[in-house]
């Protein structure tokens, strides 16, 4: 799987939109971009993912760059139950035989303030 | 959307015995199933992948005698801690993939929390 790069941590004020960028110059033209979120001492938590188009859920909205070689996350409203660590991660197309796993980086700690 | 349980939560057991961790599946059919381990202030580590009927697939360093993986139906894999030592203390993490409409994304499990004293 691509690597990913993110900002170590971020700050944001509650109510304030949150814009978490990400870095996977050496993605696939078939690989899909997934973000996922881990609040202290639970699992992780699926947000949104997105392959070319940019795209929008109740959570959340993805921004991927034309080139596909970045993307940005965005948290239109944050609030303090937001705080989280953030993961950016480059997933390998269906069928392939690492399909379905996941490689973490550090991830980005957003810290929502109020 | 799809939800996938761990048990248990938390366990704290005495070094030297063994302790088995659940993951479920509960609405949706996991032909594959990921196990992840994570210590404290760190990233999730994969560990191994279990598929259903087969054996699972370890990840490079990776000892399969002491973490033995099950996945018996296409709702249910264990992963069994062997003669658990204080440095398998850990955060253990399990995720699904399940087929059909389901097959994009992975959801993870709860976590559970595993103390060896």
Redesign the interface.
């Known amino acids: 799987d691509a690597k990913t790069t993110q900002p170590t941590s971020m700050d944001c004020a509650e109510g304030r939109a949150a814009n978490l960028p990400c870095n996977h110059s050496t993605i696939s033209g078939n690989e ?1 971009v ?1 973000w ?1 979120r ?1 609040i202290h ?6 947000i949104i ?1 997105g392959l070319k188009n940019n795209e929008t859920n109740e959570m959340a909205s993805l921004i991927i760059t034309e080139d596909r070689k970045s993307s940005t996350l965005i948290l239109p409203h944050a609030t303090l139950r937001d705080t989280a660590v953030y ?1 950016c991660i480059v997933r390998a197309p ?1 069928g392939g035989t690492s ?9 980005t700690i957003l810290t929502v303030h109020p | 959307g799809a939800v996938v349980s761990q048990h248990p939560s938390w366990v704290i057991c005495k070094s030297g015995t063994s302790v088995k961790i659940e993951c479920r599946s509960l609405d949706f059919q996991a032909t594959t199933m990921f196990w992840y381990r994570q210590f404290p202030k760190q990233s999730l580590m994969l560990m191994a992948t279990s598929n259903e009927g087969s054996k699972a697939t370890y990840e490079q360093g990776v000892e399969k005698d002491k973490f033995l993986i099950n996945h018996a139906s296409l709702t249910l894999s264990t992963l069994t801690v062997t003669s658990a030592h204080p440095e398998d203390s850990s955060f253990y993490i399990c995720s699904a993939r399940g087929g059909g409409e389901l097959g994009n994304t992975i959801y993870f499990g709860e976590g559970s929390w595993l103390t060896v004293v």
Request: net charge positive; proline share 5%; hydrophobic share 15%.
């Open positions: 899909y997934y996922y881990q001492s639970q699992g992780p938590q699926y993912h993961y269906a399909y379905g796993k996941l490689t973490f980086g550090q991830g």
